[in-house]
């Protein structure tokens, strides 16, 4: 081997502007996908913290309410006009035992009960329709980290306090301290204390959700030990949807994933992963075809060579070797300089670019893309190696 | 006893035996032509002798066929006393490497080495990593040439004597058993032929190993000790 890596690098280093030129081209190449898929996943990763920071990765819910109809007796025809239910609040059957059981799950993280309901809040002459989310705080913040979003207060329900979004604090021109008056129907009322205003950036939340301790809840929305639903955080996000229908098939309990809920945000982000990989996959291939004509001109070049040490006693394998050694160095070389352009790419992103997200500079890109890189140069240089290998001395000594 | 016996026997083993060498090119095909018919000759140990006929006559071909880089149509060739045809590619290879030493008209350096590491190629093939004894003899050879200034030098970066001289150096590093020399002086003037003949005498001498030298120079020819004549594809006279 030894002898094989020292032509190859002699050679490398003697058509010097020809290796030069061809270690431009690989860098280029390897530092367009270092920054793309570094590029890539940081937006994703970002579109997803930000999508799921203010929601479970799967809820668990009641079943929908059906009409059951009776089969018809033999013999007789059944004309069937069928009203859909209308689907009333309902709380989980049994849910402190489902919760239990959720909680053992070994790729579950935490588990929450959450009972929301409709309600209207009220201060002077201002009315505002709101969601009701009664939650157990210490379970629900490792689903939200909520505490983190209080622009004003603090995160604290129970004992007639609670947290509501910036939107809904404007509109019913609410501070911290102040009293709002709570509806929920049925002649169910109650004044309570705005303890924490929290912003999350969701416009739906911040203008709607009024959180409140979990038995107050319940006895506004009229169930009392009930909740209506169990938000669920998993270890891997992507297998949420598995982790779901386990879950599903285990409780008999309707359960949806963050991926079903947001079907479009999956399908944009398929996409953008596909695309990438194109792009990554056809830089590859005329990156290999650069290093794969480089070497064939460097074969014609230095075919008198070639015979001249064929008839030195070099072997076929070790005639091969040399030329693959040369496609392994050009991938490994290329790839270094790649991926510090493509670095230096995301460090100009982050530092100098739009600021719109933080790209993430992930460890493990760089040994890959070397890795991927130094095998293509050796299964580009296979063409040529081979042909320089099978030249006929006799020939090949004569070539001028 | 027994092992001075075994050398004797190995003595008088002709380095180079060919049986009925046949060879043809483009076989099969319309344009089939037999260039060599039926080749009997032999080269002894430490013999010197010139290869000599004119243009066509196959002189070149025999050559290659002796220097193992090509295999002939029919017959046999011993090397050594080993029969070649039947070797695959590794195994001529490395006969070639240990027992021929190869010296061509156009000296035929690699331009990205040293002369000193164009003479240690031969052992680099076969050993890996030189050891200082063989750097010490590719050295040792070098300054035999007359080189002990140029060691470090390119090949581009020495005249043609001297690397024609490069290459006979690294054509005997090995130590090989036959020096196979096709035009070495052809494209030098009268004065360095004169001296690069001188070397191989001397190293003929010195070595002990058989050379075989093609040539179109009559004076040269004159001066090895054997002349084999080849004309038209069959010896005329060795």
Redesign the interface.
């Known amino acids: 081997m030894w002898i094989e890596w020292n032509i190859a690098v002699k050679f490398l280093r003697e058509s010097r502007s020809q290796t030069a030129l061809i270690l431009v081209g690989i860098a280029v190449g390897v530092s367009v996908i270092v920054f793309i898929t570094a590029l890539i996943t940081g937006l994703q990763d970002n579109i997803i913290d930000r999508t799921l920071g203010t929601q479970a990765h799967i809820k668990v819910q009641s079943p929908d309410e059906a009409n059951r109809i009776l089969p018809a007796a033999a013999g007789v025809t059944q004309l069937v006009l069928e009203d859909k239910r209308a689907q009333r609040l309902r709380s989980i059957n049994n849910w402190q035992q489902v919760m239990l059981q959720l909680d053992g799950l070994a790729d579950v993280t935490a588990v929450s009960p959450v009972l929301s309901g409709p309600a209207f809040a009220r201060r002077g002459v201002a009315l505002e329709s709101v969601a009701l989310v009664g939650i157990d705080v210490a379970r629900y913040q490792k689903i939200i980290p909520i505490a983190k979003d209080i622009v004003a207060g603090s995160f604290r329900v129970g004992a007639g306090d609670a947290v509501i979004g910036k939107l809904l604090a404007d509109d019913l021109g609410l501070r911290v301290g102040d009293k709002l008056r709570l509806d929920a129907g049925r002649d169910a009322v109650t004044v309570v204390n705005v303890a924490g205003i929290f912003e999350l950036g969701v416009r739906e939340l911040d203008s709607r959700y009024v959180y409140l301790d979990l038995k107050q809840t319940q006895t506004l929305l009229g169930l009392p030990g009930g909740v209506t639903v169990i938000d669920v955080t998993v270890r891997d996000i992507f297998a949420a949807d598995v982790v779901a229908a386990r879950i599903g098939r285990l409780t008999g309990l309707k359960s949806e994933s963050w991926m079903e809920t947001n079907a479009q945000l999956m399908n944009a982000l398929t996409s953008q992963s596909l695309s990438t990989n194109m792009i990554s996959l056809f830089v590859a291939l005329s990156v290999a075809f650069g290093i794969a004509s480089v070497l064939s001109v460097s074969v014609v070049q230095r075919t008198r060579e070639i015979g001249i040490l064929r008839a030195m006693g070099t072997t076929q394998g070790q005639m091969l070797g040399v030329f693959l050694i040369q496609g392994a160095l050009f991938g490994l070389a290329g790839s270094a300089i790649g991926s510090a352009a493509g670095y230096a790419l995301v460090w100009a992103f982050n530092n100098l670019g739009p600021g719109l997200f933080y790209i993430p500079v992930s460890p493990s890109l760089v040994p890959i893309a070397m890795a991927i890189a130094t095998v293509t140069g050796v299964v580009s240089a296979a063409l040529p190696a081979r042909r320089a290998a099978r030249l006929d001395p006799v020939v090949a000594i004569r070539y001028v | 006893m027994s092992e001075q016996m075994q050398a004797t026997a190995e003595d008088s083993q002709p380095v180079l035996r060919l049986q009925a060498i046949h060879k043809s090119y483009n076989i099969g095909q319309p344009t089939e032509t037999e260039v060599l018919h039926g080749i009997d000759m032999q080269v002894g140990r430490k013999e010197f002798a010139a290869l000599i006929g004119p243009s066509g006559s196959g002189k070149s071909t025999l050559l290659?066929l002796i220097?193992l880089?090509?295999s002939p149509t029919s017959g046999e060739l011993f090397l050594l006393g080993q029969p070649t045809r039947e070797m695959d590619?590794?195994a001529r290879?490395?006969l070639?490497?240990?027992s021929i030493g190869?010296v061509?008209q156009f000296h035929?350096?690699?331009?990205?080495?040293t002369a000193l590491e164009n003479v240690l190629?031969?052992l680099?093939?076969?050993h890996?990593?030189p050891s200082k004894d063989s750097v010490d003899r590719a050295r040792g050879l070098l300054v035999e040439v007359g080189l002990e200034k140029f060691v470090g030098r390119k090949p581009n970066q020495l005249s043609g004597g001297q690397q024609q001289r490069v290459a006979i150096a690294?054509a005997l590093v090995?130590r090989p058993a036959l020096l196979l020399a096709d035009e070495p002086t052809g494209n030098l003037d009268s004065k360095t032929a004169a001296e690069v003949f001188a070397l191989f005498r001397q190293f003929n001498e010195k070595f002990g190993c058989a050379v075989l030298l093609v040539t179109h120079d009559m004076q040269l020819s004159d001066a090895c000790d054997r002349q084999i004549r080849l004309v038209d594809g069959a010896i005329a006279q060795g």
């Not at chain 2, 035929?108 to 080495?113: T, Y």
């Open positions: 290659n220097g880089l090509d590619d590794a290879t490395a070639r490497g240990s190869f061509f035929h350096l690699i331009q990205a080495f190629i031969p680099m093939l076969a890996g990593k690294r090995t």
